[in-house]
């Protein structure tokens, strides 16, 4: 590589990252991405596979609230947190109170609405290039409710959808069974929503993706990043754990879970959490599922993958190291099976990973507020394989000085302060 050529430096191999690393490698780049993690095992290979641009209500709000004590009190109820681990949540709990004002949650889903709009055209983008079509599997997506009163009461974040664009269509029990026959009797009714579609396996797109980018010259590293090098307010390199150092003069931090670890010493504290999350995939199902489908009130989705039926959800609040609680899985195969009760349950491979989420459920997609040349690419929780590649074409733009084709304010690092200090956030 010539010598004036700088690298710029992807950290993450997640699909946000790769999907920096391929808008910044169209962009004339020398790109590295450097990763800790097998390509395989990222919280983007296990996940459900949608590219869900209807969710885009924050997860914040009176519901979740009101709801959560119930769902806390049930030890494999889609809500958790660990014994010993609510203190720490702190930072991020009195952020996500806030968010859930009626004012916060407008602009928040306003926010969402304008990110995720150009969400399919921008994975259109890079599966084309990438010859990665055939993973996507555009069968929409159907909402399920088991009574009339649990659609009533989700109808204001129906409104708030629809008040930013989204098209959807209510649907009675015959209507949902016209789309999914497999549904039994809990199926009462629900909304069919077009706009959506899901990877027939989001792991197969993960090590798709990084081998076409290694064939175009992306580099890729194994290694653990521990700081980022600063000089004259601008990265020099990083330097990894067992001392090496990797020199670089762009940065884009899209390490999931893990990136507050990195931008909190530059000063961009970011009030990060893990949201873990369950599922397992059933190899036989014994069932035909299409599209993928969402049961409202009970908090899972299902998806019809080329290996299987994927069936998860529930959020575990319990940090980065603690072991997995496989229980929290087999109670999603229990509750599948009350809505599809002709499904088989036996064996199945069980999968946990980690969501990286912001208080706001809104993604940091921003340049430090400190630091010239660094970047910020994560944060995007239950939405982290739908905003990516918009994201990476965002990231992109930022670094070229485009002006972004979207208002990036409500993605701004600095909208969570100090600390100590009362943000906005
Ligand atoms: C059960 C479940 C279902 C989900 N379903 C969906 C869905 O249907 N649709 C959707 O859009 N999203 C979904 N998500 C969310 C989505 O999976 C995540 O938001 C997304 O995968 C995050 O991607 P990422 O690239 O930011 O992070 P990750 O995939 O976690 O990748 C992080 C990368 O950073 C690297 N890294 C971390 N720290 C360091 C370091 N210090 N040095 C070097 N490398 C480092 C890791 O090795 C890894 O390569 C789901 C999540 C879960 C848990």
Partial sequence: MAKEDPITLVIGAGIVGLACAYYLHVQGRSVCVIHDAPLDETASCGNAG?????EIIPLAGPGTLLKAPKWLLDPTGPLSIRAGYTLKLWPWFWRFVKAGTPANRRALTQAMAT????AFEDHQTVLDASKLNHLLNKQGSLFVYRNERG???DRASWDLRRDCGLEFKALDRAGVLAYEPALGPLAHCGYRVEDWAHYRDPGELVLGLAAYLKSQGVMFEVGQVKQILVENNKPTGVQLVGGKINPCAHVVVAAGAWSAELSNPLGDYVP???ERG????????GVEVKSFVTYAQDQFVMTAMQMGLRIGGAVELAGLDAPPNYNRSKEL?????????????DGGTVWMGHRPSTPDSVPVISPSQNVKNVYYAFGHGHLGLTGSMTTGRLIADLMAG????IDLSPFYVGRFAHPYHIGRF
């Fill in 50 to 54: 949608a590219i869900a641009m209807a």
């Fill in 115 to 118: 990110l995720l709009k150009t």
């Fill in 151 to 153: 659609r009533r009461a």
């Fill in 272 to 274: 990060l959490e893990t």
């Fill in 278 to 285: 369950y599922n397992t995939t059933l190899e036989n199902p």
């Fill in 333 to 345: 195969l229990r509750l599948a099976k009350k809505y599809v009760p002709d499904l088989n349950t």
């Fill in 402 to 405: 485009k002006t972004p084709g």
